[in-house]
């Protein structure tokens, strides 16, 4: 039994070893690269074109200068228009009117939510609105809409309170899952950086780690049967 096992941890060893040289040498070289880099946003652009001044726009709009779009949908029910300008801002407003819908109200919020809602039949506990990070598992845009759920896993959702966007919906099951990311990329707080020192360092010890186990466990195998021979006859 002691055999089996010493040579069934061997293979294992060597199996599970090769996932765990690759996950913590592709981790250590992750965390060398900047996010910015990756995802090009150096070099690339993501600001939205503004309108040009021939466009047809609404009669009511007075500040035409910034605007990036304009565009007709449903809310809660309802035909709006919605406006985004260039420095990021939303606007609600009545398409005929112009009349300023923006920010919406907590009952408007709630009409929002429980349209949103598809899971087991469930009420509306409560909406606050929020203007600063509710920990990690909301960020923004603010101002927000938290509409609280009252079913089973504490869903909550985030509404723009400009845009009347559903922006997030966080669960028991999501928050979890955060707690879990932030003990495997070692950022504990804020649960999104991926290139701390901490990761890096285990990273590479991790990696050295590995590879040492491979050469010991190389030096542990059983020996080639014709080498075996090789000694026994040259004895």
């Known amino acids: 039994m002691h055999v089996f096992s ?5 293979w294992l060893a060597l199996l599970i070893g090769a996932q765990v040289l690759l996950w913590m040498g592709t981790g250590a070289l992750m965390s060398f690269l900047d996010l910015e880099e990756v995802r090009s946003e150096h070099i690339v652009s993501r600001a939205a074109q503004i309108l040009p001044a021939g466009a047809e726009l609404p009669e009511w709009l007075e500040r035409q200068d910034d605007v990036v779009s304009v565009a007709t949908r449903a809310l809660d029910g309802k035909v709006v228009t919605e406006v985004r300008r260039a420095d990021g801002g939303v606007t609600l407003h009545d398409p005929h009117s112009g009349r300023l819908l923006s920010p ?3 009952a408007t919020a709630r009409a929002i939510a429980r349209r949103a809602w598809i899971g087991p039949e469930t009420s509306v506990a409560g909406a606050r609105l929020v203007e600063r990070d509710v920990g ?3 960020r923004g845009p603010f ?6 759920y009252d079913d089973r896993d504490a869903t909550r959702v985030y509404i723009d309170a400009s845009s009347g966007t559903v922006l997030s919906a966080r669960s028991d099951t999501w928050r979890l ?3 879990i990311w932030g003990l495997h990329i070692m950022d504990w707080t804020q649960r999104d950086r991926i290139n701390s ?3 890096l360092l285990f990273g590479i010890v991790g990696t050295f780690i590995a590879l040492s186990g491979f050469v010991l466990l190389a030096n542990r195998l059983p020996r080639i049967g014709w ?3 090789k000694r026994k006859s040259g004895s």
């Open 6 to 10: 010493s040579k069934l941890h061997k």
């Open 104 to 106: 919406i109200s907590a």
């Open 136 to 138: 990690t598992e909301f």
């Open 143 to 148: 101002p927000a809409w938290q509409i609280t």
């Open 177 to 179: 899952f955060d707690f």
């Open 197 to 199: 020192w901490w990761l």
């Open 227 to 229: 080498l075996r021979g």
